[in-house]
């Protein structure tokens, strides 16, 4: 019966829709509208609701997403294998700035408990945070975090953890070619993050091209000549610890200088209470990873509406993901605030389209086969999906990677398509907390900040229930509408950004570790 099976057309122009149902359908089946399937179609995956000529467009989102390889009958299923990928827009051809603002209204009465900072920035976790200057020390790191959490964390329970920001960065780099201001100024900002409360120690060694004081914005000449008993010193002997120190004498006397910095920090992050910060303070970084069908219709909508919230209410939301922006940024151009930042959306996208060039691939790359088990069959369909998670505001600002925000509202923020390198980066920019939906599922998370995972269909939801922590999935099956369950993830927002939820990542201790984007030459 056809009212066994479900279809989701996104636009009355579509010629294409995705299968609701869990399992998908057989062939034979009749769907609504009449349409008899031809082949086993999966569950997210598409169906001709027409014949589609050889050539001819298929669309879904009111875009095309791809062109027939040949004749596609009605019933069939559109597959990633009969769909050939368009090519991006142009971007010498975009409007820019062009589209009239929507006249929303201030969101008044909310506030989140946060730590509040010297600088006015306001963290949602309280954490102790030990970088590194070259990956050579990240074995002392390591040891020195574990018996930090084993023998001094419990003196003070007010401090939510310590981290160890170990990369693979400082050394056989080539440090002054011009795209090493990348990672040198992500790890820079790391060290900024407002959940570190300015409690942040390096660990070096001492011969590593990035020396530990530049990651503190002293520059090697400054530190060469630093008067001693000036603040600088006494920033280097407060947060710096080289181990190749003269005054050193083996592995347990690092140890114990790391040990006794680490306390002198513990114990000022100790006096740290919660206290009502406004929103704001609240830096939302948007995610997507393990995308489906599914995606662009559930998660990602509901996202955009809280994203909508969170601007409304007076704080930052940040979108990022180049590669998943690049096929839909005619659609983003015109809410740019103004030309100049529409501007800056296509600097970032020539740098990413050069930066592809250079390594002979292209943003077709990014299509994992996940996301084609999903029912995505191109990156072009993923980032019509992808780009619904920045909502509807205005974009007031464009960040090149690992570049600190400088606005509150709706930010793009440059980074790679990677879920670690774009969780770094984000962190970098000022994110304190995240929200990363999925469809294939992933057991992502960032220790140095709350993620909110958020399932786009059910069946994942339920299959991994203790592992997401809001099922979007329920507007697919018409459960709740779109704007409950954004209204329902602004709320969810709120209470994980003041400890009163915690998300499943951080009840499991599961966490990835933070990952710099390089695009500079490796010596």
């Not at 002293?218 to 600088?232: G, V």
Request: proline share 6%.
């Amino acid at each position: 019966m056809s009212d066994s099976y479900v279809l989701i057309q996104i636009h009355e122009s579509d010629n294409v829709a995705i299968i609701l149902n869990q399992g998908g359908a057989p062939k034979g089946a009749e769907l609504p509208g009449g349409v008899v399937l031809l082949e086993d179609v999966p569950q997210g995956h598409k169906v001709a609701l027409s014949d589609i000529a050889d050539g001819g467009e298929v669309r879904r989102y009111n875009e095309v997403v791809g062109y027939a390889k040949h004749e596609i009958k009605q019933g069939s299923w559109v597959s990633e294998k009969v769909v050939d990928m368009p090519t991006p827009p142009a971007l010498d051809e975009l409007p820019l700035a062009t589209r009239e603002k929507p006249a929303f209204e201030p969101l008044e009465g909310y506030t989140f408990d946060g730590y509040k900072n010297p600088d006015g920035s306001a963290g949602t976790k309280n954490l102790l945070g030990i970088s590194t200057s070259v990956q050579c020390v990240a074995g002392i790191t390591d040891y020195v975090v574990k018996l930090i959490k084993k023998t001094l964390l419990p003196k003070y329970p007010n401090v939510d953890g310590v981290v160890a920001l170990n990369h693979s960065y400082g050394c056989g780099v080539a440090i002054t070619a011009p795209a090493a201001i990348v990672p040198i100024r992500t790890l820079q900002n790391i060290a900024k993050n407002p959940n570190f409360g300015g409690e942040i120690m390096v660990v070096g060694l001492g011969c590593e091209k990035l020396s530990p004081s530049r990651l503190l914005e002293i520059d090697d000449e400054q530190a060469i000549n630093i008067l001693p008993n000036s603040e600088a010193a006494r920033t280097l002997e407060d947060h710096v610890v080289s181990l190749q120190d003269e005054n050193h004498h083996g592995f347990q006397d690092m140890v114990d200088h790391i040990m006794e910095m680490a306390e002198a920090h513990l114990e000022r992050l100790n006096k740290r209470r919660r206290e009502p910060c406004p929103i704001s303070e609240l830096v939302v970084g948007m995610q997507c990873g393990g995308s489906d069908a599914f995606s662009g219709i559930t998660a990602n909508p509901a996202v955009g509406y809280a994203s909508d919230l969170i601007v409304r209410a007076g704080g930052s939301v940040m979108f990022s993901e180049v590669t998943e922006v690049r096929d839909a940024i005619h659609l983003l151009t015109p809410r740019a605030d103004t030309v100049e930042v529409g501007k800056a959306l296509l600097r970032e996208m020539q740098w990413y389209d050069d930066y592809l060039n250079q390594g002979q691939a292209d943003r077709s790359a990014n299509t994992t086969p996940g996301n084609k088990k999903g029912g995505l069959n191109n990156i072009v369909e993923k980032s019509l999906g992808s780009i619904t998670k920045s909502g509807n505001s205005p974009i007031i600002d464009v960040l090149s990677p690992g570049e600190r925000i400088r606005k509150r509202g709706l930010i793009f923020a440059a980074t790679p398509a990677s879920d670690f390198i774009c969780g770094t980066l984000q962190f970098a920019s000022g994110m304190n907390i995240q929200v990363f939906t999925t469809g294939r599922g992933t057991p992502y998370g960032l220790e140095v900040a709350p993620v909110i995972k958020v399932s786009t269909n059910s069946t994942l939801g339920k299959r991994w229930h203790d592992l997401i922590d809001m099922d979007a999935g329920r507007i697919a099956s018409k459960e709740i509408t779109l704007e409950e369950a954004g209204w329902e993830l602004f709320h969810l927002i709120l209470d994980v950004a003041s400890g009163r939820k915690q998300v499943a990542a951080d009840k499991l201790g599961l966490h990835n570790d933070l990952v710099l984007f390089n695009p500079a030459p490796v010596t």
